[in-house]
DNA sequence: ATAGGGTTAG
């Protein structure tokens, strides 16, 4: 169908309803799945030496020589190499497709072809998507020029583009010159100011128009939610359910984007109840919708269940974690036996799924899917191939991440991204600038959260010096402003160093006082460094912060009690009751075959706690025989104490219970694989090394910011952490 | 003619 594009010769411009029908599906989305020429495959051309040349020496998988190619065909109406050219290339990009374009409306007037108001719309939604201003503009005086009469239709498509190509000031006069506003125009304008950020004007403009268009409505949810103000997109979402103006399929997209935002799962069931009582068809859109919903709140039975088209809608109480670790389990039954029934799976869910196995570490699940891909023979295109690399890295298998990485062999800042990234999680600093180094070289656009990665890398490999270089370089040369995750790796890149003086000037050169994060990553430094009167001091200032994290305050606390202070302990007590500031309590938590096993410190509730602590003891006892001490100073702990019971004295904190529990349930060359929600401890770091020597065994652990993988009594993170 | 789906960071 889509192979009779206008280069193909004569069935071009004969027959304008081809050209139009052509024109409409003309958005890079919808070429990137067509094979462009295929029931047409000529013969590869001898007398085009350009086009064999550039073949021959790998020249033509260049961008700009491709296009420079393509454009010599076009212009010398060679359009069967043209044809042939744009079927082979590697990539396209804008100024392909203007190509194209400029040629239609070329070949067009030199035809004498009058187009008519719909082929005019076309053009104008192809300039619209691809910038094209002076084609667009050329248009525009075309129909000013020939008296076409305007109708609403083609007045919108006109003033769109202009909004598009971001000519403001023509977009503005022709808004207020048109007589004919319908909800189309309104869904432009308001559509304009929010993509720039002028939220309070959409707004406005939204309250002043009168209609109450289920489309205006979406349009501005759908904006204000992009813009960052999700608890008012929200109010609004809950303004138009009472002003009774019924929801779309396109109005249960946003609002279950806006849910996973706000990570608000018994709010994304209701939705999804309301969808199943509206009567409105789940077509494949929607139901990805609520997958992506489901996976992100983690609560992947139901995102399965709907996977399977099963519209079963039930609600459960318990606590979210736990919640997600007993749908992961029966996710987990669930998917290997939807594997089995061939059920039939997109790839938008498909990454959606991966990307979820991703954040909660669950390998076994995410290899299932992984298999799926494989066997449906899903193509991996960008999207897929980053979720699978993060994937990968994020459960511990950093070999699978650069197998899968190297499977995809296209420039994409998404998946070079997340390439650097997993290198950074496991500690391999070098290899991670390395990678950015290359991409860099191969032309490649970074961005802000590439910038992220290669910081991380820097810091977790101690590369002072090259992170603040490329600190400088993400500023000066690529224009990226500093965000919050920025500064916060640059404290941590000098924390980690033991750099503390580096750290203040830090802050003041950046006027960061006032982020929670910064203080919370020299914090975090001071207490690896040992710090105290450093701790103090940062903690004051993240106190300052209004944060609700309890740690800060617990660890405050415990200083004072040192020194004795006994006032500005009852202050900061008093400061975290008026704050309603909440402790999170620590969790670690071991896949053993199907299951996910949660431990908290002080929980007895795992059916085998007797054993796992009497273990423990004993473990401990050898351990101590090889060297391994666990008096670690306890001011630094972020727990409290707890009188009366004796093992917290010896403080089995979650992640060695989990440990534990690993070494009883499996194998003894199988590697343990163990996730936590904090940071490690030191004297757990110490536990795992002198556990993995002892008994031979390789213990992986993610902890929220890294991996440590412990053999033969040493930890891949060099105890620099 | 407008508004809605999957990836990295938080």
Redesign the pocket.
């Known amino acids: 169908m889509v192979s009779t594009y206008c280069l193909t010769p004569k069935t071009h411009l004969k027959v304008p309803t081809i050209v139009v029908f052509l024109l409409?599906k003309l958005s890079p989305f919808h070429f990137h799945h067509c094979k462009f020429y295929s029931h047409h495959s000529l013969p590869f051309p001898r007398t085009s030496s350009l086009h064999v040349k550039a073949i021959k020496d790998g020249s033509f998988q260049n961008l700009d020589v491709a296009n420079h190619l393509l454009n010599v065909f076009v212009k010398s109406k060679n359009l069967n190499h043209a044809c042939k050219l744009f079927d082979e290339m590697p990539h396209r990009d804008v100024r392909t497709w203007t190509i194209l374009v400029s040629t239609f409306v070329h070949n067009m007037q030199n035809e004498g072809i009058k187009p008519n108001q719909?082929t005019l719309?076309?053009v104008l939604?192809c300039c619209?998507s691809l910038s094209e201003l002076k084609i667009g503009k050329g248009v525009h005086g075309w129909i000013l020029r020939n008296g076409f009469v305007f109708d609403?239709?083609l007045e919108?498509?006109l003033f769109?583009f202009y909004v598009k190509c971001e000519d403001f000031g023509s977009a503005k006069w022709l808004f207020e010159s048109m007589e004919d506003k319908?909800?189309?125009?309104w869904?432009?304008m308001i559509?304009a100011y929010l993509d720039t950020g002028n939220v309070d004007k959409a707004v406005d403009l939204f309250r002043r128009q009168g209609l109450k268009d289920?489309?205006?409505w979406?349009?501005i949810i759908?904006g204000l939610m992009?813009n960052g103000f999700e608890r008012i997109a929200l109010k609004l979402l809950y303004e138009m359910v009472k002003d009774g103006t019924l929801f779309?399929?396109?109005?249960?997209?946003?609002a279950l984007?806006l849910v996973s935002l706000l990570k608000d799962l018994e709010l994304g069931k209701r939705i999804h109840g309301r969808v199943l009582l509206s009567g409105i068809h789940v077509?494949?859109?929607?139901?990805?919708?609520l997958i992506?919903m489901y996976c992100?709140c983690g609560e992947m039975k139901m995102a399965l269940k709907v996977f399977e088209k099963m519209d079963t809608y039930f609600g459960r109480n318990e606590t979210p974690l736990k919640k997600s670790f007993l749908g992961f389990e029966d996710a987990f039954k669930t998917f290997t036996s939807m594997v089995r029934k061939d059920i039939d799976i997109?790839?938008?869910?498909?990454?959606?799924i991966?990307?979820a196995c991703?954040?909660f570490g669950v390998l076994e699940l995410g290899r299932q899917v992984h298999g799926l891909v494989q066997k449906i023979g899903h193509k991996l295109?960008?999207?897929?191939?980053?979720?699978l690399i993060?994937m990968y890295a994020?459960c511990g298998n950093l070999d699978d991440a650069k197998r899968i990485f190297k499977q995809t062999n296209y420039m994409?800042?998404?998946?070079w991204?997340?390439m650097v990234?997993s290198y950074a999680l496991h500690g391999r600093g070098r290899e991670a600038v390395q990678l950015f180094e290359f991409s860099m070289s191969r032309g490649l656009l970074p961005?802000?959260?590439?910038f992220?990665?290669v910081l991380t890398a820097c810091s977790h490999a101690g590369l002072v010096e090259e992170g603040c270089r490329y600190f400088r370089l993400m500023k000066e040369v690529y224009g990226i402003k500093p965000g919050?995750?920025h500064f916060t790796r640059m404290v941590d890149l000098y924390g980690r160093a033991g750099r503390f003086k580096e750290i203040k000037k830090f802050i003041d050169e950046n006027g960061i006082h006032h982020l929670r994060?910064v203080w919370r990553s020299f914090l975090s430094s001071c207490r690896l460094h040992r710090d105290i009167e450093m701790a103090e001091w940062v903690s004051e200032n993240l106190l300052r912060c209004q944060t609700l994290d309890a740690r800060p305050y617990v660890l405050l606390s415990n200083i004072y009690a040192i020194k004795q202070r006994w006032e500005e302990v009852e202050t900061v007590r008093r400061l975290m009751q008026s704050r309603g500031v909440k402790k999170h309590p620590c969790q670690s938590w071991i896949q053993i075959r199907n299951q996910v096993h949660a431990f908290i410190m002080d929980d007895r509730s795992h059916p085998q706690k007797n054993e796992i602590c009497a273990y423990l003891y004993k473990l401990i006892g050898r351990l101590r025989e090889i060297g391994y001490s666990s008096d670690a100073k306890l001011v630094m702990q972020d727990v409290e104490k707890k009188q009366g019971e004796g093992e917290m004295l010896l403080g089995f904190h979650s992640e060695k219970l989990a440990t534990a529990y690993g070494i009883i349930s499996t194998a003894s060359q199988t590697p343990i694989r163990i996730m936590k929600n904090l940071r490690i401890y030191d004297d757990c770091h110490n536990f795992m090394k002198y556990t993995s020597q002892l008994l031979d065994k390789e213990i992986i652990v993610r902890d929220i910011h890294r991996f440590h993988h412990f053999k033969h009594g040493c930890c891949s993170c060099g105890d620099y952490w």
Request: avoid cysteine; aromatic fraction near 8%.
């Open positions: 409409k719909f719309s076309s939604k619209s609403v239709i919108n498509a769109y319908n909800s189309v125009t869904n432009i559509g289920v489309s205006v979406n349009t759908n992009r779309n399929e396109v109005t249960f997209s946003i984007v077509d494949g859109f929607l139901r990805n919708s992506d992100k997109d790839v938008f869910s498909i990454t959606s991966v990307s991703a954040s295109d960008a999207y897929l191939g980053s979720s993060d994020k994409n800042v998404v998946l991204t997340s990234y961005n802000e959260v590439t992220i990665g919050v995750e994060a």
